[in-house]
Every structure is written in structure tokens, then in C-alpha cells.
């Protein structure tokens, strides 16, 4: 069964880059058969795409949050990553890293999710 | 960018009842939709993909429809675990972007 686990700090200041990364366990980052993301949602709001990443290296990026966010994947670790640089307030979110297993649903949509984790921003 | 809007945003219900969350796209996205389910503090989990395939283990009692632009998620007979918000998502590309509704909350009546 495949399980995902976020990590990283849980506050960072205004301005500072966001780093997580998502160890994957039960399977490979580099299967051909899942495509790996990341979702966020604010406090008491909806849920907002970020990126997504393939194990070719193909990468792609929500285009309001393009300029700022890299996604990447260190196969050694078996764990995928996201850096959203100059945050402020509103980066504040429960971050979530998915992944999406395209044989059995669609490349396209979230099977598997990881349980979130909050960064906050602020001084 | 494509947008998604849902109706109602909130829906009161009681146990046993026919419960239907239209979701609307600002453009044709064929069948390129899924459904989602999210109780509070935990991730959401899948339940309808390509508008109207449900995913592994989700209760027959759930049931979506539709294609270009507008579709329902169906719930025939709503159990005591149905109580959770319900966001649906696009897919048309990558290339575009995907986005998601801004949720439907179905709250005991």
C-alpha cells in the first residue's frame, strides 16, 4: 500500500522559501506508473493545485504559482520536494503531497494522499 | 484559466436522503473530472474520476454524472459517514492547470 509523509518546518518568515519534501514508502518515485504533486489549503478554505512532477523529469506548475514554486524528486531517497520562494501571509496552508496512480484512476487525479502538514508564515 | 464553481455550498440533510452537489466548469472539460471527499483534519480522498468512474472501495451509493460542463455527485442514501465537504476537480491538462471547486459542506440536518 502506498504511503506518503510530508516534512519540513512548520513556520517560516515573510519573504523566506517554503521547502518540503515527500517520502514515499511502498513504492518508487521513479515508477512509471505515478505522477507525484502537491496541493495546498488555507485554514478553513478550499484546495489549490501547486505542481506536479513525473519520474522522465517532466514538471508542471500551477500558473498563478509558476514564478515561485520548483518541484523535484531525489530518487536516491525515494522522496519528492516543493520550494515556493517569497512567501507572505496568504502561502499560509495545510500542505499536502499526492500522488496519482495512472494505470488504475487517471496521471491526472489524487489516489494517494499524504496526512498535510501546516506551515505557517509569519515574523 | 478554467474555473469551477459548486451549488449548494452548503447542504443540510438527514440520514437516508437523496443528496445532489452540482459542479459547473467555465469551459468544456469533456469528462475530465473527480470528485473528492474531506472530513476535518484529514486529506481528501477520491471517489469519482473521469465525471462518472468510481474509484476502488467507494459505496455504490455514491454515483456522478454529466460531461462539457456541468455535473452532479450523487449520493442515494446518505449514511452517517457522509457528512464531510465535497470538492470536485478539472483535468482537462496539465498545461492549464487544474482546479478545484470551492466545495460543498454536507452538514446534519
Known amino acids: 500500500q502506498l504511503q506518503l509523509q510530508e516534512s519540513g518546518p512548520g513556520l517560516v518568515k515573510p519573504s523566506e522559501t517554503l521547502s518540503l519534501t515527500c517520502t514515499v514508502s511502498g513504492d518508487s518515485v521513479s515508477s512509471d506508473t505515478y505522477y507525484w504533486g502537491w496541493i495546498r489549503q488555507p485554514p478553513g478554505k478550499g484546495l489549490e493545485w501547486i505542481a506536479t512532477?513525473?519520474?522522465?523529469?517532466?514538471?508542471y506548475y500551477n500558473p498563478s504559482l509558476k514564478s515561485r514554486v520548483t518541484i523535484s524528486e531525489d530518487t536516491s531517497k525515494n522522496q519528492f520536494s516543493l520550494k515556493l520562494s517569497s512567501v507572505t501571509a496568504a502561502d499560509t496552508a495545510v500542505y499536502y503531497c499526492?500522488?496519482?496512480?495512472?494505470?488504475?484512476?487517471?496521471?491526472?487525479?489524487?489516489?494517494?494522499w499524504g496526512q498535510g502538514t501546516l506551515v505557517a508564515v509569519s515574523s | 484559466d478554467i474555473q469551477m464553481t459548486q451549488s449548494p455550498s452548503t447542504l443540510s440533510a438527514s440520514v437516508g436522503d437523496r443528496v445532489t452537489i452540482t459542479c459547473r466548469a467555465s469551459?468544456?472539460?469533456?469528462?475530465?473530472l473527480a470528485w473528492y471527499q474531506q472530513k476535518p483534519g484529514k486529506a481528501p480522498k477520491l471517489l469519482i474520476y473521469k465525471a462518472s468512474s468510481l474509484d476502488s472501495g467507494v459505496p455504490l451509493r455514491f454515483s456522478g454524472s454529466g460531461s462539457g460542463t456541468e455535473f452532479t455527485l450523487t449520493i442515494s442514501s446518505l449514511q452517517p459517514d457522509d457528512f464531510a465537504t465535497y470538492y470536485c476537480?478539472?483535468?482537462?491538462?496539465?498545461?492549464?492547470?487544474?482546479?478545484f471547486g470551492p466545495g460543498t459542506k454536507v452538514d446534519i440536518k
Open positions: 499526492a500522488g496519482c496512480h495512472c494505470p488504475v484512476t487517471s496521471c491526472y487525479t489524487f489516489d494517494y
Open positions: 476537480q478539472q483535468y482537462k491538462s496539465y498545461s492549464e492547470g487544474f482546479t
Open positions: 469551459q468544456s472539460i469533456s469528462s475530465w
Open positions: 512532477i513525473y519520474y522522465t523529469g517532466s514538471t
